[in-house]
């Protein structure tokens, strides 16, 4: 079992990411830090919609210097509200290519920056809602279910795509189903958090996909945009809830986890190959 506290966060060792099939492996011990709950296939890029604007003049843009990081190490109280935590999305993402301005409204002042990339993987993130040439994402910082706006211009060069998939996890039923469009292509019973550390709940995102090296628990973890609300660190890692696997099929239909989701080994397969930025509704 991986150490946990409720107080000091630390930066985390390595270990082997797995982003989207162009992202580089890092060696070495991150993903046990990040899903403390413990102690195939590369997920692919979205298809693009449309390709990244060009780069505009400074006038367009806003200083990043000193705004606060929206990542999973992140905790800024001044980020949006989710406004429909329980809500499906059109299954738009958007993949930020170099770190952006994220605003409390369309056109307000700028309060976090979003990076580029998420622990080693390209940042993708799903759209809540759009205005203008504006889109309010889902952030992966604490507190949970933060989201704000970021502008989707020339200013900024973010790809467009479309991902068909959505990921349902019923915390109560202990039950996690795989959807593409309206069609199920997978359930399973899955072990979740505890009463002492349950399972969040909100509409989250695959943040990232990481390959194990060094605990045995789980060959792929797959972090969320989202945090236990009993830990604030796993290990001396931000305490990031997500979806791995679990050798002892006896945890499947309990509550017995931290705060992540354990799944098969069919389901981790499964989930192990949807893009980054697929929705996770948690409820």
């Known amino acids: ?46 298809a693009a919609e449309s390709a990244a604007p060009a780069p505009v003049g400074q006038a367009d843009r806003v200083d990043l210097t000193g705004l606060p990081a929206a990542s999973t190490f992140g905790d800024i109280g001044s980020a949006v509200a989710d406004p429909a935590p329980d809500a499906a999305t059109d299954g738009v993402v958007l993949r930020v290519e170099r770190d952006v301005a994220v605003h409390g409204t369309p056109g307000g ?13 390209p940042t993708w993130v799903p759209v809540i809602a759009r205005h203008a040439d504006w889109a309010q994402v889902l952030l992966p910082s604490r507190p949970n279910s933060s989201s704000g706006w970021i502008r989707v211009g020339p200013a900024n060069p973010i790809t467009q795509a479309r991902t068909p998939y959505h990921v349902d996890v019923d915390v109560d039923a202990k039950r996690l189903v795989v959807r ?17 550390s349950p399972t969040p709940r909100g509409r989250t995102y695959l943040m990232a996909a990481i390959e194990e090296t060094v605990t045995d628990f789980s060959p792929i973890i797959l972090p969320l945009g989202t945090h236990s609300e009993t830990f604030n660190s796993y ?23 931290d705060g992540c989701v354990r799944v098969p080994p069919d389901a981790l397969r499964l989930l192990s190959t949807l893009p980054l930025g697929t929705l996770v509704l948690l409820h």
């Open 1 to 46: 079992m991986t150490a946990r506290t409720r107080s000091a966060r630390t930066a985390p060792a390595q270990r082997r990411v797995l982003g989207c099939a162009r992202s580089s492996l890092l060696a070495g011990g991150l993903a046990a830090l990040l899903a403390g709950c413990g102690g195939g296939a590369l997920p692919p890029a979205p």
């Open 235 to 257: 290990g001396g890692g931000p305490g990031t809830v997500a979806l791995h696997g679990w050798p002892d099929p006896a945890v499947f239909g309990e509550e017995a986890s």
């Open 180 to 196: 593409e469009g309206e069609r199920e292509i997978g359930a399973w019973t899955v072990g979740v958090g505890s009463p002492d």
């Open 109 to 121: 002042p700028a309060f976090a920056r979003l990076p580029a990339m998420q622990l080693g993987n």
